[in-house]
Nanobody, 125 residues
Framework: VQLQAFGGGLVQAGGSLRLSCAASGGTFSDYAVGWFRQAPGKDREFVAAVSRVGRVTRFSDSVKGRFTISRDNAKSTAYLQMNSLKPEDTAVYSC???????????????????WGQGTQVTVSS
């Protein structure tokens, strides 16, 4: 499956953005999806994950309560809604997918097979 993340941009602190992860070349509902981010000079960080049909989600403590993850399998697209953005949310955000036969989700980047190109999110103070 091929993934493409888009929707990033420049936003003021307190603002919102919605990222999209569009998939092609596979049956999207067969894949668990995760979002990760990497800021300059920092390691890649888990942000959020969603199971195959969207019943189970998980968030990092740093975004819990501000971000939501969802998916529309009919559109082969996953979303990351980011609210109450902070300057420390500035990073390149990437989506990833892993084929699974269960309702599992994954928080470790090494567990994902497919990655999309990142999209830059910049939050100004």
């Amino acid at each position: 499956v091929q993934l493409q993340a888009f929707g990033g941009g420049l936003v003021q602190a307190g603002g919102s953005l919605r990222l999209s992860c569009a998939a092609s070349g596979g049956t999207f509902s067969d894949y668990a999806v995760g979002w990760f981010r990497q800021a300059p000079g920092k390691d890649r960080e888990f942000v959020a994950a969603v199971s195959r049909v969207g019943r189970v989600t998980r968030f990092s403590d740093s975004v819990k309560g501000r971000f939501t993850i969802s998916r529309d399998n009919a559109k082969s697209t996953a979303y990351l809604q980011m609210n109450s953005l902070k300057p420390e949310d500035t990073a390149v955000y990437s989506c990833a997918a892993r084929r699974t036969v269960t309702g599992a989700f994954y928080v470790n980047g090494h567990d994902y097979t497919y990655w999309g190109q990142g999209t830059q999110v910049t939050v100004s103070s």
